[in-house]
């Protein structure tokens, strides 16, 4: 079978990590996804969800800056995947208080609410997803998009708290959070019982050759054998789902049909890419804290397994102690940089080739 830009993950490297969320989920377990932005962690949660023929309640936390924009964010979830007639029904009999309903704004939470009365909204609102499940025979699965970024509100950790201890007790529900690896150890080992951690790493050389030329034989696309293209279009991804997947779509857009992609072809499309991905790292590194930057900057010029060492902090004018250590768990934090385990790689290659060129 040919593939294409929307091949499943399974079938290019993912085949372990999908076959143990499908197991997870179809035995009403929790999941942590960890891994880089580009991993694939989305795409694969989505067609484990499909495999088990379930509900996704999708949350993106990122758009959560408070209790009350959580709640708004997970009733519109359950307005896109329940009938109009139930919810409003539901509002009339149990929750006309704190929520409103109609064909047009669909279920909303009522504003200027106390902090009483959010957090009975709240536990009101966590009873749905298992009326769902219960109304509809199907599972539910809660996917939490950069599950994480709810901390900066939820600072005590009440909210998690709860929901998960809500979500444990339902059956038919499913929790997904969505997380960088960074949050793999921010959990004791009994949440670890609970909750079955799962971790995408970059995909092999192999792998994603293979898929690339199937994905570029669909185009009539074929790497030059007696050139380097297919070297250089692996040293430039790094076994980067996402970056790969932009540079073969640049690939296609620039390329004739039925031709062979050489060096040449490949140093353009990777030019093109980095200028049309210029303003989005600009805009990235304008949201990092300065230290971060210098940092990532550092190791993207001069790569090293040991930048706390006293050598690599004087050769690039680092702060030493407190400072640096921060500046690498923000970092890893946001999925920018691999941790110790991967020598403090940047996760992200066409971040760092562009980074190498804007610096040289």
């Given amino acids: 079978m040919s593939l294409d830009l ?13 076959g143990r969320i499908v197991e997870v989920l179809a035995q009403d377990g929790d999941l ?62 149990n929750a006309s208080e704190f929520f409103i309903f109609d064909s047009e704004t669909k279920l909303k939470l009522i504003r200027s609410l106390n902090q009483k ?25 809660i996917i939490l998009q950069s599950f994480p970024h709810i901390r900066s509100w939820d600072r005590n950790g009440l909210w998690e708290m709860t929901f998960r201890r809500k979500i444990n007790e339902d059956s038919h529900i499913n929790y997904v959070l969505i997380a960088t690896i960074a949050e793999t150890g921010n959990y004791s080992q009994e949440d670890q019982n609970h909750l079955e951690t799962i971790q995408l790493p970059p995909l092999s050389h192999d792998v994603l050759a293979m898929w690339a030329r199937e994905i570029l034989h669909t185009a009539k696309l074929t790497f030059d054998p ?37 060096e040449t072809d490949l140093q353009q499309a990777i030019e093109g890419l980095l200028k049309d991905l210029s303003m989005i790292y600009e805009s990235l590194l304008m949201l990092l804290p300065a ?7 550092c190791l993207a010029l001069d790569p090293t397994e040991k930048p706390q060492s006293r ?28 941790g110790a385990e991967q020598g403090y790689r940047l ?7 562009w980074l190498r060129q804007r610096l040289s």
Avoid at 71 to 83: D, F, G, K, R, V
Avoid at 117 to 132: D, H, T, V
Avoid at 315 to 337: D, Y
Avoid at 347 to 353: E, G, I, N, V
């Fill in 6 to 18: 929307s091949t499943p993950l399974q079938l290019i490297g993912r085949s372990v990590e999908f």
């Fill in 32 to 93: 942590l996804i960890t891994g880089v932005p580009g991993s694939g962690r989305r795409t694969l949660v989505r067609w484990g969800v499909a495999e088990v023929g379930a509900i996704a309640l999708d949350i993106d936390c990122i758009r959560a800056t408070d209790g009350e924009r959580f709640l708004q964010l997970l009733a519109e979830a359950i307005s896109q995947n329940w009938e109009a007639g139930k919810i409003q029904h539901w509002v009339a009999e």
């Fill in 117 to 141: 009365q959010l957090w009975q909204a709240f536990e009101m609102l966590l009873a749905l997803p298992q009326m769902i499940a219960v109304d509809l025979d199907q599972r539910v699965v």
């Fill in 226 to 262: 007696r050139s380097q293209a297919l070297q250089l279009f692996l040293n430039a991804v790094q076994g980067h789902i996402g970056d790969a997947m932009a540079l073969i779509r640049r690939l296609q857009i620039s390329c004739k049909p039925d031709s062979l992609i050489t």
């Fill in 291 to 297: 230290n971060q930057v210098h940092l990532l900057e």
């Fill in 311 to 338: 050598d690599y902090i004087q050769k690039h004018g680092l702060s030493r102690g407190g400072s640096l250590q921060g500046a690498l768990t923000g970092l890893h934090h946001k999925g920018l940089i691999y």
């Fill in 347 to 353: 996760a992200m290659p066409l971040l760092a080739l």
